[in-house]
């Protein structure tokens, strides 16, 4: 069967779109997946430090795309899960570089040979956002529950709706059980009620994301942290399996500070 | 507990419903959001459905989108000259 497809995006920069291509790349690949993860982000690219792999970029995908290299050659492989790939994105170049329909004929050449293609977008709405979103048949909407990000989702939803993209599912990010608590975040039923799309994971605020980016190590990888584990559910669900939502609650901090800070400020648990 | 209430950080009422209230308002806006190309485009082909029926005053056809805190509608203003009798079959 041919490989699926799948965008990852948001709109809105640094909510997470790149740790969770990353991720969910790995967890796929740990299922016994065959997966490329393509930096579509060109002149920006990050997928590689993210998965750890810079030091073994040679080609990129636009020199596929010019036929300076073949398409294995520009292929990184990861020798730490077996069938993940990473494709990277030309550092010195501009989104200008590749148009949407050399994109769409870069992802038939991989479908093949693998079981999923994940196309990490840049952020915006304009050449870059248009040329992942060309290559691929499904989306994944990644937002923080902040109003900037969630708005900017909205709009990168209905484009993505426009261009037939199906199923579009949408992923939390960096959400805080503990402030979801205290009324002082948007929980994941607000953010469900306006945005029309499907929810795939809620992952959890975790210091072990920034712990992962500076080793150049997915979670996925190791797992042994609340947004591993969310993220591994993500992979699961698209890889069509029933997996119920984590309870974030229990990973609210309820330590003795914060009973203090509940008693005198009258919060409860909603 | 004033003092204390504000040492540890609690001071408000949860920012959270005020997030959700203006999210939705934004929302609403954004999604309602017309180009001026559109607009033009569906003024013609309203004036042409229009036209059908009646003699209207293409000069002086005002359509906009009325944008209040919480909906947004489409209000056009048309002054009619004329209405066309008989049956719309013949007329068109």
Redesign the interface.
């Known amino acids: 069967m041919p490989a699926r497809v799948i965008v990852t995006t948001s709109g809105k920069g640094g909510v997470g779109k790149t740790t969770s291509t990353a991720n969910i790349a790995a967890a796929l690949a740990k299922f016994g997946k065959k997966v490329v993860a393509v930096d579509a982000d060109v002149g920006l690219r990050n997928l590689d430090v993210i998965m750890g792999l810079e030091n073994r970029v040679v080609y990129n995908f636009i020199d596929v795309i010019e036929k300076t290299c073949k398409l294995s050659a520009a292929l990184v492989k990861d020798k730490r899960v077996p069938g993940l790939y990473l494709l990277p994105a030309a550092q010195t170049r501009t989104k200008d570089a590749v148009n949407p329909e050399q994109m769409v004929a870069l992802c038939e050449e991989m479908k093949p040979d693998f079981d999923f293609i994940l196309l990490d977008c840049p952020a915006g709405i304009e050449g870059g956002f248009k040329n992942a979103a060309a290559g691929a048949d499904e989306a994944l909407v990644v937002t923080t529950p ?2 900037p990000a ?2 900017d989702a ?2 990168i939803i ?1 484009m993505l709706e426009s261009m037939g993209k199906s199923p579009i599912r949408l992923i939390i990010n960096r959400l805080r059980p503990n402030m ?1 608590q ?6 994941k039923d ?1 953010i469900l ?2 945005l029309s799309s499907e929810l795939i994971g809620v992952v959890p605020e975790d210091e072990s994301v920034i712990r992962a980016t500076n080793n150049g190590e997915p979670m996925t990888m190791t797992l042994d942290s609340p947004a591993a584990q969310a993220y591994l559910n993500i992979a699961e669900r698209i890889l069509g399996r029933d997996v119920p939502l984590m309870d974030l609650e229990s990973y609210a901090t309820r330590g003795f500070l914060s009973s ?2 509940r008693f ?4 409860r648990k909603r | ?1 004033g003092f ?2 504000k ?5 408000n ?5 005020k ?2 209230d ?3 308002i ?2 609403i806006h ?2 309602t959001d017309i180009s001026p190309q559109l607009l033009d485009n569906l003024r013609d082909e309203m004036v042409g459905v229009l036209a059908k029926y009646m003699d209207i005053d293409t000069k002086k056809i005002e359509i906009d989108l009325d944008h209040d805190e919480n909906a947004v509608a489409l209000v056009a203003n048309i002054p009619i000259l004329r209405i066309k009798r008989g049956k719309v079959a013949d007329i068109s």
Do not use: H, N, W
């Open positions: 902040e109003i969630v708005r909205d709009r209905g979801v205290d009324g002082d975040m948007l929980a607000d009620d306006v203090i800070k005198f400020t009258g919060k | 507990m204390l209430s040492f540890f950080g609690g001071g009422d949860g920012s959270s419903q997030a959700k203006r999210l939705k934004v929302l954004d999604r």
